[in-house]
């Protein structure tokens, strides 16, 4: 039998698991089912996204939502591969906590990416700044000698 990975589709039961199958990202309770940690995760996800989608700071805490979230669906994959819901859904979790993880890893490798153009952005004004010349004070140019043709 195969399974279309294209679009998987996802347990939508509304089961609540034991607390000790997820971690505690981000201050979440640890009471709240699996699920209901990804939903959070992604709501804290697009907020992240909405305020300052370019500031690096804001990359900082995708990385650490998207681990979080990467974390989380694995956890949800492993306990529906326990429960025998279906290779099918197992696997759809799994593919798409492959796919966070891979975002993660994007998101790690932009902000590298920002770091390294602020300094290189950094280096760039130094050295243009040391390659100008120092400013020279002009004297004030000498007036020739009229003599007598000066009307002054």
């Not at 890893?105 to 243009?128: E, G, N």
């Not at 700044?129 to 007598?148: D, E, F, M, S």
Request: charged share 20%; with cysteine; glycine share 4%.
């Amino acid at each position: 039998m195969e399974t279309d990975m294209t679009n998987p589709t996802f347990p939508t039961d509304t089961q609540n698991h034991p607390a000790e199958e997820h971690p505690n990202p981000l201050g979440i309770p640890k009471d709240l089912p699996v699920h209901m940690v990804i939903k959070e995760l992604c709501g804290d996800l697009a907020r992240a996204m909405q305020y300052a989608p370019t500031d690096t700071a804001v990359l900082d805490d995708q990385v650490q939502i998207l681990n979080a979230l990467f974390n989380a669906t694995l956890a949800e994959q492993l306990n529906l591969a326990q429960q025998q819901y279906g290779e099918s859904r197992a696997q759809g979790w799994l593919e798409l906590a492959l796919k966070i993880q891979k975002q993660c890893m994007d998101t790690v490798r932009t902000r590298q990416s920002a770091a390294y153009l602020d300094r290189l952005s950094d280096l760039h004004s130094i050295k243009i700044h040391r390659a100008l010349p120092a400013a020279k004070t002009q004297k004030a140019p000498k007036t020739p000698y009229c003599g007598a043709d000066c009307n002054d």
